[in-house]
Every structure is written in C-alpha cells, then in structure tokens.
Nanobody, 121 residues
Framework: VQLVESGGTSVQPGDSLTLSCKVS????????IAWFRRAPGKEREGVLC?????????TYADSVKDRFTISRDNAKNTVYLQMNRLKPDDTAVYYC??????????????WGQGTLVTVSS
C-alpha cells in the first residue's frame, strides 16, 4: 500500500492550493482516505476525510470548515485537498492516510511521506 502526496509549496495568506494524494491501485477504491497535518511544534491533527464507497466526507478540524474540501477521483487513484483562503496557521506538513474502516473510526494504517505547505507573507 503506497500513498504519495504532492503539491506542497510556499504561498501567501489568502492564496489557494491543491494537494494531491496518489494512491496505489490496490487501495484506491476500497479505502477511506484522510488528510492530516502536523504544524511546527504541534501534535498531528486530522483535517478532512472521504469514505471509499460513497465519497461521504467528514471534517476533523473546525479551523478548516468552509475553506478546505476533499475529493477523490477513483479513475485516477487520487484524492485531493483543495485549500482556500490559506492562513499562516495552516503551515504544516500535510499527510494523506488510508484506512479499511470508516472516517469516524480514524484507524489509519497506511501513510504517505508528507508534503510541506508554508503560508507566509
């Protein structure tokens, strides 16, 4: 099981950015996928999650409501994190993770290596 994140870069406050999580073919349609992040000096936190079958989403972090969205394209084995109106507090390493369970269970066994997003003026 492999997950590879991409798209991290440095942006200014208020900018938008889309991260991608390429999932190995064997996992893409059967696994729940979520985005997590770890800010400097802070614990890792869940951001958003999307279920495998119906694509139902769940928001883990209140701070991203109405700004971030998660989506998946099973034909491309890719999950996206669209981030709008970015703030300096969104600076973090962003990870995608896969689970054979539900978003609510938060039992993620497989992780990518992370991609760094820096929001700074």
């Amino acid at each position: 099981v492999q997950l590879v994140e991409s798209g991290g870069t440095s942006v200014q406050p208020g900018d938008s950015l889309t991260l991608s999580c390429k999932v190995s073919e064997s996992t893409s349609v059967r696994h729940t996928i979520a985005w997590f992040r770890r800010a400097p000096g802070k614990e890792r936190e869940g951001v958003l999650c999307i279920s495998s079958a119906e694509g139902v989403t769940m928001t883990y972090a209140d701070s991203v409501k109405d700004r971030f969205t998660i989506s998946r394209d099973n034909a491309k084995n890719t999950v996206y994190l669209q981030m709008n109106r970015l703030k300096p507090d969104d600076t973090a390493v962003y990870y995608c993770a896969a689970s054979r369970g539900s978003c609510r269970g938060q039992n993620f066994s497989f992780w990518g290596q992370g991609t760094l997003v820096t929001v700074s003026s």
